[in-house]
């Protein structure tokens, strides 16, 4: 079997018990975790007391915790951005409601707190006074934009990070490899992905395996076009 056969079944199959996709769910639920906890730990200050006996505690949760364990993950994550969420949503109130004064610095506390704010602000959209539905809906996009301008600065930056990106070892028993790819690679993809919203799954799936398909000279070709012009190949319909 060709490394292709190998790449397809991980992407069709999530359930599959491959190193490979293991290894990804990991760090997804991983993430969760860590995402909701840099939420709380930056956009809502704690004493140091606070902060020094909770970061011992979430550390015995994870380690009795299983690497297998993905709901596991993801109900850690929900219940650490409780008290953000409920603190987030309470300042939403406050920025709708009178006296001014007070909405006007609860709006200030929403835009300080940036992607922090995002969930509770668009489940608090008020539609009833054009004013607030206005400043709610603008201040979504400022959050969004500045967010993916933040995340295309990061990835502009990997691009020219040619070390390998090591992939995991499927074992002996397994004939079929990963194909060789760097993080410049791993980066055009994500930023291919970021820049193309509209792609549908198979065809993203299927020009980024055409892609790592290419020589490393052609991918840096590829690197450069894009870095120069943000138009990414369609290899889906290369001669």
């Not at 790449?7 to 969760?32: Q, Y």
């Amino acid at each position: 079997m060709s490394d292709d056969s190998v790449e397809i079944r991980r992407h069709r199959n999530p359930d599959s018990p491959r190193a490979g996709w293991r290894v990804r769910r990991i760090s997804i639920g991983a993430a969760l975790v860590m995402v909701a906890l840099a939420a709380c730990t930056s956009a809502l200050s704690q004493s140091g007391g606070e902060k020094s006996m909770a970061q011992p505690k979430l550390s015995a949760t994870l380690k009795g915790m299983s690497l297998e364990d993905d709901a596991g993950f993801q109900a850690l994550a929900r219940k650490i951005a409780a008290d953000c969420d409920t603190q987030a949503h309470e300042l939403v109130e406050l920025a709708h409601a009178q006296p001014e004064a007070e909405a006007q610095k609860a709006s200030a506390v929403l835009m300080a707190l940036e992607s922090h704010a995002f969930p509770a602000l668009l489940a608090g959209v008020h539609a009833e006074d054009p004013k607030d539905y206005v400043w709610d809906a603008q201040t979504l996009t400022d959050i969004l934009a500045e967010s993916r301008r933040r995340l295309i600065a990061l990835l502009d930056k990997m691009l020219d990070d040619k070390r390998d990106h090591p992939m995991p070892d499927l074992g002996p028993k397994v004939e079929e490899k990963f194909r060789p790819r760097r993080v410049c690679d791993e980066a055009y993809l994500l930023e291919r992905t970021l820049l193309y919203p509209n792609e549908s799954e198979d065809d993203r799936y299927m020009n980024a395996r055409m892609f790592l398909k290419l020589s490393v000279a052609d991918r840096d070709h590829e690197i450069f076009h894009a870095r120069r012009t943000r138009k990414f190949g369609n290899f889906m319909n290369a001669e």
